[in-house]
């Protein structure tokens, strides 16, 4: 089976072909129809988190299952799903307490080894996944069954990108109707950030980012009002928009301390800042406590959305398939497997919105 392997910090991936081990009694095995090549491969890649070399990346995608464990439930072969990189296994605290996007068991799984590269060395899977790859083994509690038309190509972005966008309109900051929202980052996620709000209602959405590609697209996605870092203080250029008071509420896209800063510095007072983008592991952010206190400000996290993943899955996808999400304006290129690397450089250049892989 053909794969793309992360073999050493910052360089390409490596294509080969890996022997899987047979699948356990919990495990499915899926035939990969598309895989959404996004930002946070790219950065487990250059090591913002530590990951083993020899591990298969990918993480969001969609296909059908090939075969099912003894134990597995609820789901059989010809089945369409869609991977979730965070498990949900349905019995812990948080998956019981409707936080399934906490569950206990997400570095269990996600340190399973998974079978065998040519060499003879062991492989795992990025998030207990590995969707840049032919076909992947992983988790029941991994995989959600979709009842769909919508293609590929498409679902494999409410895998990842889709999720964590709308998700955090929609569910971590519970956007209202006639908001007004700033999202710094539009990439695949910011865009997704930007049509949740959109779905919410927001009267006026203002997206940030120095790319005029990707705030052409935020235009079509639905975003009001555009900002240039590039051409001043973004802060000052959204309180301008704002008649100096600032947002309701600001989505960091991006992953870095300087632009978590920023959306906190763009809410008005008793505003919302929700950080979505992958950061660092050692990085971290100085706010003004007084600011916080005395104009009752919120930073918020926002880990995969909030999202509910049995619950919300479906839902995205009827949004697709009704139009009222519109998941096609944000795939910029469908490559093959072998076209991966080149995908990470268009990504680093601000080429493209979301590379898909479809030809593995």
């Known amino acids: 089976m053909r794969a793309a392997v992360f073999t050493e910090t910052g360089g390409p991936l490596s294509i080969e072909n890996i022997d899987p081990a047979p699948p356990g009694p919990r495990d499915v095995v899926v035939e990969l129809g598309a895989s959404g090549v996004c930002h946070s491969d790219l950065s487990l890649k250059n090591g913002y988190v530590g990951i083993m070399p020899g591990t298969v990346l990918g993480h969001e995608g969609a296909g059908t299952i090939a075969e099912v464990g003894k134990d597995v439930s609820g789901l059989k072969k010809g089945d369409r799903i ?21 569950c206990d068991t997400e570095f269990e799984i ?17 998030t207990g996944l590995g969707t840049f790859a032919e076909a992947m083994t992983c988790d029941q509690s991994s995989i959600v069954k979709i009842d769909t038309s919508v293609t590929d190509d498409q679902l494999a972005l409410i895998g990842c990108g889709v999720t964590t966008g709308v998700g955090a309109a929609l569910n971590t900051a519970q956007v209202h109707p006639g908001a007004t929202v700033a999202v710094i980052g539009c990439g695949g996620v910011g865009q997704a950030v930007i049509q949740g709000a959109r779905i919410a209602g927001a009267s006026r959405i203002i997206a940030v980012d120095p790319v005029e590609l990707k705030r ?15 051409a001043g203080d973004p802060v000052q250029q959204v309180q301008q928009l704002t008649s100096g008071r600032g947002v309701d509420y600001s989505f960091e896209v991006i992953g870095l301390p300087e632009t978590t800063l920023q959306a906190f510095n763009m809410i008005r007072k008793g505003g919302t800042a929700v950080m979505v983008g992958m950061t660092r592991a050692e990085a971290s952010v100085t706010l003004s406590t007084f600011d916080l206190f005395f104009n009752e400000k919120t930073l918020k996290g926002c880990k995969y959305g909030s999202g509910q993943v049995r619950r919300d899955f479906q839902r995205y996808a009827d949004l697709i398939e009704t139009g009222r999400l519109d998941t096609s304006a944000m795939v910029s290129r469908t490559i093959k497997l072998d076209e991966v690397n080149e995908a990470f450089r268009a990504m ?13």
């Open 348 to 360: 680093e250049a601000g080429e493209v919105i979301r590379s898909v892989i479809t030809t593995f």
């Open 110 to 126: 996600m340190m399973k080894q998974r079978g065998k590269r040519a060499d003879g060395s062991e492989y795992s899977a990025m």
């Open 216 to 230: 052409k697209t935020a235009e079509q996605l639905g975003a009001t009002d555009f900002v240039d870092p590039n």
């Open 82 to 102: 869609i991977a979730s990189f965070i498990p949900a296994c349905g019995i812990c605290w948080f998956c019981l307490h409707d936080q399934s996007h906490l």
